[in-house]
């Protein structure tokens, strides 16, 4: 089954500009060692990942009374950083927390990725 893994909130961590250069490269160095252990799980496959820029560059489309409306700045107002992403195919919920566990100390929210029906025509 695939996964939508959010890196939703910094949890315990200081925000990254906070941290230090070595504070940095180590946080990178998990999120290698994540790619590493996903790679050597049996089942499991990354399929895509990535870091998202600051909240301050977010552009939110909404459509209202049928116009679409466009505006600079994120969606809703949260305390939560949206940090970045990553798209894992993996046998079952339970691997993929276990693997979750070589990430940084994120607050993360996991979604099942819906199969959708190819376009018959």
Not at 45 to 66: I, Q, Y
Not at 77 to 83: K, L, Q, R, S, V
Not at 90 to 102: E, G, R, S
């Amino acid at each position: 089954m695939k996964y939508f893994v959010l890196l939703a909130g910094y949890g315990e961590m200081p925000l990254w500009e906070d941290l230090s250069p070595e504070e940095q490269e180590a946080g990178l160095a998990q999120h290698y060692a994540f790619a590493e252990a996903c790679a050597a799980r049996d089942g499991v496959e990354m399929l895509g990942g990535e870091a998202l820029a600051d909240v301050s560059m977010a552009t939110t489309l909404r459509t209202r009374n049928g116009e679409l409306v466009v505006t600079d700045g994120p969606f809703a107002e949260a305390a939560e950083h949206i940090g970045g992403f990553y798209v894992i195919d993996a046998p079952d919920l339970d691997t993929l927390i276990d693997l979750c566990k070589v990430l940084p100390a994120y607050d993360m929210e996991i979604r099942p990725v819906l199969d959708m029906p190819e376009d018959a025509g």
